[in-house]
């Protein structure tokens, strides 16, 4: 559980910074390791950790995103796709 908080920590800090320069109204996370629950409840807790009441800055939500593991496949089908209307 350490190191997992320790990484979520490291997580937390670069979306504090990029928010500090884009502020986004949501951070979503991807890929395989996004299908865990227990990564966004740990990078949720450490990225509020950051907030201090007196800076401007405050927290937005954290979340998995819908296609997780499945966008890169989702992307290949469409370009498949493309193609296909293309060619014919």
Not at 1 to 11: K, R, T, V
Request: charged letters at 20%.
């Amino acid at each position: 559980m350490a190191a997992l908080d320790e990484f979520c920590f490291y997580i937390a800090l670069q979306l504090y910074n990029i928010q500090a320069i884009f502020d986004p109204e949501k951070f979503a996370i991807g890929g395989g390791i996004s299908a865990q629950p227990l990564l966004i409840e740990k990078i949720n807790e450490q990225y509020k950790k950051l907030f201090i009441p007196v800076f401007p800055l405050r927290p937005v939500e954290v979340v998995a995103c819908e296609f997780r593991n499945d966008a890169n496949l989702i992307g290949a089908y469409y370009q498949l796709r493309t193609k296909m209307v293309s060619v014919c």
